[in-house]
């Protein structure tokens, strides 16, 4: 079998007495689009921090391509070709749209303090090459024409797109996307189901968090389902649809208290 | 195109020959000696422009590291090793032209070390102490970071006010001209202010050139986005932690380069170049710039120390600073030089209140 390009073995992390992450084995296959779904609160926003490095486990390691890279610091995941989004849209407000994404080129461009200060001819070409390569990310996603618009003036659904292009111009093997649909419209929201199978066509794999379930259905090859910080299913989607312990989740139950609510 | 970002070093290298000759004309040379010193002080601000404005983190010691360069250079270059004259490290310098001979104040012959050796390891003083503070420093945020910064510059004045190394309250005095190369020679006396004059600028525009390089480069590109947004930047791949402490560092060596430079033109440094008002000042000075705006800064930096030097703020020099720091804050925390705080300040003028 093939080695998953990104696993969690017995993760955990908890909040003072809560246990926000429990013992959880996530796999995810090269070229595919996983899902992590689950009500709010049950961990999956935790569970991507602890894959991006944003926060460090308690138990448990994350492996990407086989290598343990647990407690690693963000920048050192990037690096690796991890790249993230937020749920909440995190631009540089006041910098370009190009800028944003030129930002994102920094893990695979190295001229330093030194360079950039005497503006060597290597800090140029690199300029350069990072200039030409964001603007055909921009191009390919159709936000060229917002190149050289301040970030922030962009409306909302642009946004997002532009932490997508920030994100896949760090040439990412897998991108975490943290409930990338939320607050956009059906219409943006199909588009971006699009942009994620595209992405995922061109050999990114993509894990995406998200608690509503009409967009990770879908796209997704295979999901994840969280509740209070544990795996209650995993499979493709039609399954996963028809479990009855995630009905159960979904749709309340009055046996299931839950302590995170 | 890539070359428009100078335009603005040529313009102002022209304006300080302009301001040189209008001024030899005017036979008001001795308004060079304030200007030359003032000039000194904006190193201080461009590198904390850097921090502040660019990497978007505080400091409130940079005074400290100015004294640090000021007298680390004073102390090595006024005291007397003739004691030593005979050790073979002495006796090695000396052959290399790292310490000589000179006459003190009163005559005497005194072994001491020359100026370029006292720059660099007054540099390298300045450099190891901000790694030193900056690295556990820098983690902090905010107000914590300007808490830990101010307790940096508060211990620096007490050292060089108390320890007689650094001469208490009195300071050192009777620092050296720096012989810089060619005969150039950094010096506070009236035979040499036209010379000095252009000496000063030359460097601050030579500093100037490095900080436009730097934020239009790919780290200017990464301390704004740290700026704007920590955490992103640091799931972008940069390491908002290393570049934070360059930065930091970087803007210590300016710092510390104004230092050493100002006292070798003044001849002497005390006490009053480390307090914490100082650093109040030098923070002031990057407000009313505009935080992000270098040439904003050089310009405040220039006007505001020449003015304070000039002795036009009398005793209430401090209060001055105080105030516009208050002010900034209140009607334009973007910095003086752009239109909305002009607006702002209009607005709250008598009679132009909107109903």
């Known amino acids: 079998m093939a080695e998953p390009l990104l696993a969690t073995r017995h993760l955990h992390r908890f909040f003072g007495g809560l246990c926000a992450v429990k013992d959880v084995n996530l796999e995810v296959p090269r070229g595919v689009i996983k899902a992590v779904i689950g009500p709010n609160g049950a961990g999956k926003t935790t569970l991507f921090n602890l894959i991006a490095g944003t926060i460090a486990p308690h138990k448990g390691e994350v492996l990407f391509e086989g290598r343990p890279i647990t407690a690693w610091k963000p920048h050192a995941i990037a690096g690796l070709g991890i790249a993230r989004t937020f749920q909440t849209t995190r631009l540089f407000g006041h910098m370009t749209v190009l800028e944003n994404v030129m930002v994102g080129r920094h893990p695979r461009t190295r001229c330093g303090f030194l360079a950039g200060m005497l503006d060597l001819p290597q800090a140029w070409r690199e300029e350069r090459e990072s200039k030409a390569k964001a603007l055909a990310i921009l191009e390919d996603m159709g936000l060229r024409e917002y190149a050289h618009q301040q970030a922030s003036y962009l409306p909302f659904g642009r946004q997002r797109l532009v932490e997508f292009a920030r994100a ?16 956009l419209n059906i219409y943006e929201t199909r588009e971006l189901a699009g942009l994620i199978l595209r992405i995922c066509e061109r050999g990114v794999t993509c894990l995406v968090v998200d608690h509503d379930m009409s967009l990770v259905m879908d796209i997704s090859d295979e999901v994840f389902v969280l509740d209070q910080g544990r795996k209650i299913a995993e499979g493709p989607p039609r399954q996963i649809q028809r479990d009855p312990e995630v009905i159960r989740v979904y749709l309340g139950d009055d046996c299931a208290p839950d302590p995170q609510s | 195109m890539r070359f428009a970002r100078y335009l603005p070093v040529i313009a102002a290298a ?27 002080y904006v190193l201080v601000v461009i590198g904390l422009c850097l921090l502040m404005g660019y990497a978007g983190q505080v400091s409130l010691g940079h005074a400290g590291f100015f004294a640090i360069g000021g007298y680390t250079s004073a102390v090595l ?17 000396r052959s290399l032209g790292l310490v000589v001979e000179r006459q003190d104040l009163y005559g005497h012959t005194i072994l001491c070390f020359s100026a370029w050796p006292a720059f660099f390891a007054a540099m390298l003083a300045a450099g190891l102490i901000a790694v030193l503070i900056g690295l556990p420093v820098i983690r902090l945020k905010g107000h914590y970071l300007a808490m830990a910064t101010l307790g940096f510059g508060l211990i620096i004045y007490r050292i060089v006010l108390g320890a007689k190394w650094f001469g208490q309250a009195d300071g050192i005095s009777n620092v050296p001209p720096f012989p810089l190369f060619a005969g150039l020679q950094v010096n506070g006396r009236p035979a040499f202010r036209v010379e000095n004059y252009y000496i000063a600028w030359t460097v601050v525009l030579a500093a100037m050139v490095l900080a436009i390089n730097l934020v239009h480069s790919r780290v200017g590109r990464a301390l704004r986005s740290i700026h704007q947004d920590e955490e992103a930047a640091h799931s972008l791949g940069v390491n908002t932690y290393r570049y934070k402490v360059c930065t930091f560092v970087f803007s210590a060596l300016l710092a510390a380069a104004g230092g050493v430079l100002l006292t070798h033109y003044n001849g002497s440094i005390g006490p009053s170049e480390a307090t914490v008002l100082k650093s109040v000042r030098y923070v002031a000075i ?19 120390n020449f003015l304070s030097l000039r002795g036009v703020f009398g005793t209430y020099d401090d209060a001055v600073f105080g105030g516009i720091l208050i002010g900034i804050m209140l009607f334009a925390p973007q910095g003086l030089l752009r239109a909305p705080a002009w607006r702002r300040v209009l607005h709250w003028l008598p009679g132009r209140r909107h109903g």
């Open chain 1, 168 to 183: 896949l111009a760090t040439e990412p093997a897998l991108l975490l996307l943290d409930e990338p649909a939320a607050g």
């Open chain 2, 14 to 40: 022209a304006l300080v020959v302009l301001l040189q000759v209008a001024l030899s004309a005017a036979d008001a040379t001795y308004y060079m000696t304030q200007l030359t010193m003032s000039t000194y």
């Open chain 2, 286 to 304: 990057v407000a009313v710039g505009g935080m992000g705006n270098l040439w904003g800064v050089l310009l405040m930096g220039m006007l505001l």
């Open chain 2, 77 to 93: 270059t006024t005291c007397n090793l003739v004691a030593w004259r005979d050790t073979a490290v002495i006796g090695g310098c």
